[in-house]
């Protein structure tokens, strides 16, 4: 698979992942600056390891919320909490991950996961239900 | 100690500080910077030794726990850990005491941080015997 292919990939499985208002989002705000890096992570983050068949990507969610907690990565978490429910995790799925983080990251950092996935869950809920239109 | 005469500078009451509480491994700490960053083991005498240790708003015990539990939770800082160890029993803690202090970290810092702590202090203990 040459670099094009992978990109071209790369980006099918980031908008299945993340979904399609993120990631046109980020292709919106994409700059000079930031091509090069967008190019990169779509390439070897989504083409390469995404990608991959050896896990499914239910189990690449759960591994991804906790390490996010445990590597103290506020944003990318909450991303990773509504990639998730893309990828058919469950929010009772999601508690149990943040329950085994406070084990290994201390209550803490599994407290504050907790409010921020309550939080992705509202925006959520808001979202699919938006208020009627006058 | 803590209260020190007036005209004592920062760097002779760290000096003292730092060989009350830590003893030799304070001593080894320091003669270990010699040839490379002598400037550093001075301000390790004056700020934390001179400054800190030496305020009188705290005894030296809580100091210390207030410190194993820091370095305990910070869980990339083993070799200060181990002499921190030293310095709280030097202080008058006591072995249970510390292992108490690690354990309580499992909770704000997670098991594998409070486990390495007790290893740490499994190390220091059967070091001094």
């Not at chain 2, 030799?24 to 934390?48: K, M, Q, R, S």
């Amino acid at each position: 698979m040459d670099e094009k292919d992978r990109h071209r990939q790369g980006q099918s499985v980031r908008r299945e992942v993340l979904g399609d208002v993120h990631v046109d989002r980020a292709l919106r705000q994409r700059t000079a600056f930031s091509e090069d890096f967008q190019d990169l992570i779509t390439r070897y983050a989504w083409g390469e390891i995404w990608t991959r068949p050896g896990l499914p990507r239910h189990t690449r969610s759960l591994l991804t919320l906790s390490m996010m907690v445990a590597l103290n990565r506020d944003a990318e978490f909450q991303l990773h909490v509504r990639a998730a429910a893309n990828n058919g995790v469950t929010r009772d799925e999601i508690k149990e991950v943040l329950l085994q983080t406070a084990i290994y990251c201390g209550v803490p950092a599994a407290n504050h996961a907790f409010h921020l996935a309550v939080g992705v869950f509202q925006d959520m809920d808001r979202e699919a239900s938006p208020p009627p239109v006058d | 100690m803590t209260q020190q005469p007036t005209n004592e500078s920062r760097l002779e009451r760290g000096k003292r500080a730092l060989a009350e509480i830590d003893g030799e491994a304070g001593h080894n700490v320091v003669a270990a910077l010699a040839d490379i960053a002598p400037d550093f083991a001075t301000y390790l005498f004056e700020f934390p030794f001179g400054d800190i240790y030496c305020r009188p708003g705290l005894d030296l015990r809580s100091r210390e726990i207030s410190t194993i539990a820091a370095l305990t939770a910070m869980g990339n800082a083993s070799p200060q850990l181990k002499v921190h160890i030293e310095a709280g029993l030097n202080v008058g803690l006591t072995r249970e005491e510390i292992t108490e202090i690690i354990m309580q970290m499992a909770v704000y810092a997670g098991f594998p941080a409070a486990l390495n702590g007790l290893f740490a202090a499994k190390e220091v203990f059967a070091r001094r015997g």
